[in-house]
T-cell receptor
């Protein structure tokens, strides 16, 4: 399909391990967002990429979290030394531009830290 | 600080009833979007409102943007079990990134 895809769909990891979450945005979308959602709550903004501009990292909760976007397409969110409070659904979205454009979301990665 | 406050946070009603969900802010937005999220999926856009006072209808759903563009409401007429989900409002200020409310979890009981 042509939608946003994320992998893995589920990830269970032990406390202290590193994890990588992947997002494949819709082709041609220049903006890519990462959000975190806990227990069906609202969306917590993490990081935002727009074209070749420096990413907006203002939502990253700690320096254990980082993300990159290679070639303006695929993005990887990395969480180092995972903690139990990192357990959540991590959602990726892409849009054709920044601001008010519709965001298309992937199905999310459910991360469980034991 | 939550720029967009949604109320109620949880709502459980019987099939056939009407309901209204509110999205309020002290800030002015250039546009406001409403999304619906079903379990195990990402949010999906329902509507975007841009003009103060604008009303948009999507079948049994009516969306309104406040005159001052600081608030919005979603009214559902004759709710159906298929309306169950998490409803999220999101405000945009020009080219800045969207700001999401905390969501309203709606359950429609048959």
């Amino acid at each position: 399909g042509a939608g946003v895809s994320q992998s893995p769909s589920n990830k269970v990891t032990e406390k202290g391990k590193d994890v990588e979450l992947r997002c494949d945005p819709i082709s041609g979308h220049t903006a890519l967002y990462w959000y975190r959602q806990s227990l069906g709550q609202g969306l917590e903004f993490l990081i935002y990429f727009q074209g070749n501009s420096a990413p907006d990292k203002s939502g990253l909760p700690s320096d254990r979290f980082s993300a990159e976007r290679t070639g303006g397409s695929v993005s990887t969110l990395t969480i180092q030394r995972t903690q139990q409070e990192d357990s959540a659904v991590y959602l990726c979205a892409s849009s054709i531009g920044q601001g008010a454009y519709e965001q298309y979301f992937g199905p999310g990665t459910r991360l469980t830290v034991t | 600080t939550q720029l967009l406050e949604q109320s109620p946070q949880f709502l459980s009603i019987q099939e056939g009833e009407n309901l209204t969900v509110y999205c309020n802010s002290s800030s002015v937005f250039s546009s406001l979007q409403w999304y619906r999220q079903e379990p195990g999926e990402g949010p999906v856009l329902l509507v975007t409102v841009v003009t103060g006072g604008e009303v948009k209808k999507l079948k049994r759903l009516t969306f309104q943007f406040g005159d001052a563009r600081k608030d919005s409401s979603l009214h559902i007429t004759a709710a159906q079990p298929g309306d169950t989900g998490l409803y999220l409002c999101a405000g945009a200020k020009g080219a800045q990134k969207l700001v999401f409310g905390q969501g309203t979890r709606l359950t429609i009981n048959p």
